[in-house]
């Protein structure tokens, strides 16, 4: 399953400044299980290793500052909690959206104890990595 976000829209319109030349397939989100490729299809951290960078730092820092810097201190714990696991429901797998839930609401809690993004930022990279991890065997 793929998600079709802005980026890909304006990618198509030809006004995104990070499109890929050459080549282009719509679907920054994706998730799902590879069960076969073709033989000239690389690994995706091979073919585009600044995807690997956006996954693990831009995406995890924008998330963090938005759901629970923002929308905690709006919303508070469980609607934050709830548009978090929404913003997952593309990925076509309820696992993902109850466990982006249940990680919505542990980090929502920790946020409103501590008052500090840097531990959210962590935990998320260090929940990012682990399904990279178990999914891609990164």
């Known amino acids: 399953a793929i998600g079709l976000n802005f980026a890909d829209v304006f990618a198509i319109w030809g006004l995104y400044s990070a ?3 050459g080549e282009f397939t719509p679907g920054l989100e994706y998730a799902g299980v590879i069960l076969k ?3 000239q299809v690389q690994g995706v951290w091979e073919k585009n ?3 690997l960078y956006y996954l693990l730092s831009v995406r995890v820092v ?3 500052v938005f759901f629970r810097g923002f929308l905690v201190r709006k ?4 609607a934050s909690s709830v548009a978090f696991a929404l913003a997952h ?4 797998s ?4 109850l466990g982006a839930f249940v990680l919505g609401v542990l ?3 920790a946020y409103t104890s501590y008052r500090n993004l840097l531990p959210n930022i962590f935990a998320h990279l260090t929940y990012n990595l682990v399904i990279l991890k178990l999914l891609f065997g990164f």
């Open 37 to 39: 490729v073709g033989s």
């Open 49 to 51: 290793p600044l995807f």
């Open 89 to 92: 429901a593309f990925y076509g």
């Open 94 to 97: 309820l696992a993902e959206v």
């Open 107 to 109: 980090l929502a809690k």
């Open 75 to 78: 919303w508070g714990i469980g």
């Open 19 to 21: 499109t890929p030349k």
């Open 62 to 64: 924008a998330e963090e």
